[in-house]
Nanobody, 123 residues
Framework: QVQLIESGGGLVQAGGSLRLSCAASGRTFSTYAIGWFRQSPGKEREFVAGISGSGSNTYYQDSVKGRFTISRDNAKNTVYLQMNSLKPEDTAVYFC????????????????WGQGTQVTVSS
């Protein structure tokens, strides 16, 4: 069982930065891949970025490549999503999720989900 809590969301102007954190409970955190997803009103939840349990593999959605960076600190049971050069279209609720596999990109591959944190980018 893994419990996930996201933090770090907020309101930022276009071009600004935010760093999201995903803190996890449990002693087996390093065995889980962690993914960040986002959902904006009227849209389906979409994969944003993911990282393998060891941190050696990462994967990004094309629209965030070069702007977002995912990382993890297994000693702190925490995964981070550094978001730079934010755009209004990045506005969404961001969720982190834990699953098995190298870097899953599909929602069904993730077993545990956080409650989400709101990111709002103003133009």
């Amino acid at each position: 069982q893994v419990q996930l809590i996201e933090s770090g969301g907020g309101l930022v102007q276009a071009g600004g930065s935010l760093r999201l954190s995903c803190a996890a409970s449990g002693r087996t955190f390093s065995t889980y891949a962690i993914g960040w997803f986002r959902q904006s009103p009227g849209k389906e939840r979409e994969f944003v970025a993911g990282i393998s349990g060891s941190g050696s593999n990462t994967y990004y959605q094309d629209s965030v490549k070069g702007r977002f960076t995912i990382s993890r600190d297994n000693a702190k049971n925490t995964v981070y999503l550094q978001m730079n050069s934010l755009k209004p279209e990045d506005t969404a609720v961001y969720f982190c999720a834990a699953g098995y596999g190298v870097v899953p990109r599909r929602m069904p591959d993730y077993s545990y989900w956080g409650q989400g944190t709101q990111v709002t980018v103003s133009s």
